[in-house]
């Protein structure tokens, strides 16, 4: 499902002005990630993605949806997203409830309620804990139970505000698999996140954004090639990428394999 | 990003710059002459000659003016009506609303009831425009006044826009997850558990966190403390303090005396 920004404003009831003017266009299936320094106003974009907040000025189009027409609730149905902390979405028993509220929200049979259940509880490595409480579970884990709540509801569009802090190299792994399973069916995944080595290895296309605005949009290559333009907004390129510059290699490499492949070139 | 729940001010003034206890000194006399005072125009003159003035020399009088007229005047106002009508006192009827007299002694007595209460609660407003609580609380326990009791009044203040905030994010959050928190009131009764569950739980974590974390810096230790910041008591202050006490021992006299 296509979103379209089109010159989005947001000023906060305080007076800061978070969003100036963003234009983007975010294919079906494709996988963004939004890097900047905290205060660009990455946040605060992806919750116009779904509703939450509401541009004082421009439009945020979800496939034929308008997000200024559309409730929440019904946004839902298109647009998952994963909050930073799972604490404040986490209420249920046990985490097959937790897992079914999205689903069972948005109006599935109960045959599609189970599958997709099933599926999100599989894909998250969590199906032998559907009877836990969320909250007998460790931080990382309960993130995953958020992440599963979500997956359920089978949205066409998923957005996780920045899935892997506080993570360690095990769970990014895990998070960044269920990222590729999403991708072979097809789903556009955005990630807010400040993990530039999560970033590089994960996404193919890369928005950084400065002070409520779009400073670089493109293909990941392209986007940490530019070291002098995102040091603004305070990003550090992974550092094989800086190293691969350093050494004055072609081309911008992202990870090991092709630093190593560009190094014997 | 949390502000506190506090009506403080942050200027630069004469009265800021006034020792806390001070200024607590100052309310605390400016209400005991208001009530105690035998002359009728007493608390009358305290808030147009005194009140008034020091909220001028705080640099907060727009402030002050405002919580004044929409906050305290209504309540004052009210009171104001209700002694008036149902005071039993005083012969000389000036007006009759169905069974309700209203006599002159009672006009009387309500305005000025009415105007003791207004000062009181305006020195207060002026008392927590012109300090941080923190400041006050700081104060308060270098001379003495139990940690406990200080952190209980600090961490009120400081949880409830807290908790107001996590409200905001766990609606947000359970929104997202085609929570329907708009439409009917069945509905919406039905939405409580997702949203009352993690803000109790939440707030449960916090408050262990916090408890630690203060431990961890010493709180229940019994040595004496040393404070990060440095609450300056002037000799001025102590001048101030004794001549506010020497007031209201003159204005319970002068009540003593006069009735």
Redesign the interface.
Same mark, same amino acid.
């Given at each position: 499902m296509k979103i379209e920004i089109t010159n989005l404003h947001f000023t906060y009831p305080t007076g800061l002005e978070a969003l100036k003017g963003i234009s983007l266009t975010i294919e079906s299936g494709e996988q963004v990630a939004i890097v900047g320094q905290n205060g660009a106003g990455k946040t605060t974009l992806v919750?116009h993605f @779904?509703g /939450?907040l509401q541009p004082a000025s421009g439009s945020v189009l979800i496939g034929d949806w308008d997000t200024k027409k559309t *409730?929440? +609730?019904k946004l +839902? *149905?298109r647009?998952?997203?994963v $909050?930073q902390?799972p604490?404040?979405? /986490? $209420? *249920?028993r046990d985490v097959l409830t937790e897992v079914a $509220?999205?689903p069972r @929200? /948005?109006g599935y049979s109960k045959e599609k309620i189970d599958e997709l259940v099933k599926r999100a509880l599989s894909l998250t490595e969590l199906s032998n804990q559907t009877e836990t409480n969320p909250?007998d579970l460790s931080p990382t884990w309960r993130k995953m139970v958020a992440l599963a *709540?979500?997956i359920a509801?089978d949205t066409p569009i998923v957005i996780f505000d920045e899935p892997t802090t506080g993570q360690d190299a095990v769970n990014v792994a895990r998070i960044a698999n269920v990222i590729a399973e999403l991708r072979k069916e097809g789903k556009t995944v955005i990630t807010i996140t400040h993990d530039i080595d999560f970033c590089a290895e994960n996404f193919e296309r890369v928005i950084a954004l400065f002070k409520g605005q779009v400073l670089l949009d493109g293909s990941a290559r392209e986007v940490l090639g530019q070291e002098e333009v995102l040091a603004q907004t305070y990003v550090d390129p992974p550092q094989l990428t800086r190293l691969g510059k350093r050494l004055g290699l072609k081309e911008t490499v992202r990870n090991q394999e092709e630093f190593l492949k560009a190094l014997e070139s | 990003m949390h502000e506190r729940l506090s009506f403080h001010i942050k200027r630069d003034s004469l009265i800021h710059r006034l020792n806390p206890l001070t200024k607590l000194a100052l309310v605390l006399a400016l209400v005991v002459v208001a009530f105690t005072a035998p002359w009728y125009w007493t608390p009358h003159i305290l808030l147009l000659l005194a009140i008034i003035p020091l909220s001028m020399l705080g640099r907060v009088f727009p402030e002050f003016f405002k919580t004044a007229t929409r906050l305290i005047l209504p309540a004052a106002t009210f009171l104001f009506l209700m002694q008036a009508f149902f005071q039993p006192i005083g012969e000389d009827v000036i007006f009759k609303f169905y069974f309700l007299d209203i006599t002159q002694e009672s006009l009387m007595f309500a305005f000025r009831n009415a105007m003791r209460v207004f000062v009181m609660v305006s020195t207060f407003t002026l008392f927590l425009l012109t300090t941080h609580p923190s400041e006050l609380m700081s104060d308060l326990t270098r001379r003495g006044l139990p940690g406990q009791f200080a952190y209980v009044i600090i961490s009120t203040l400081q949880i409830l826009p807290q908790m107001q905030a996590k409200a905001q994010t766990i609606i947000a959050a359970q929104r997202s997850r085609g929570l329907d928190t708009e439409s009917t009131f069945l509905k919406r009764a039905g939405s409580v558990l997702p949203l009352v569950g993690p803000l109790v739980f939440g707030s449960l974590v916090e408050v262990e966190e916090r408890a630690i974390a203060i431990e961890a810096r010493g709180f229940t230790s019994k040595h004496a403390k040393t404070s990060l910041h440095e609450i300056p008591d002037l000799a001025s202050d102590k001048f101030i303090r004794w001549v506010l006490l020497a007031l209201v021992i003159l204005s319970i006299a002068a009540n003593l005396w006069l009735s």
């Open positions: 919750r @779904n /939450l *409730s929440v +609730a +839902a *149905s647009v998952g997203y $909050f902390n604490d404040e979405q /986490l $209420f *249920s $509220f999205g @929200n /948005l909250y *709540s979500i509801m | -």
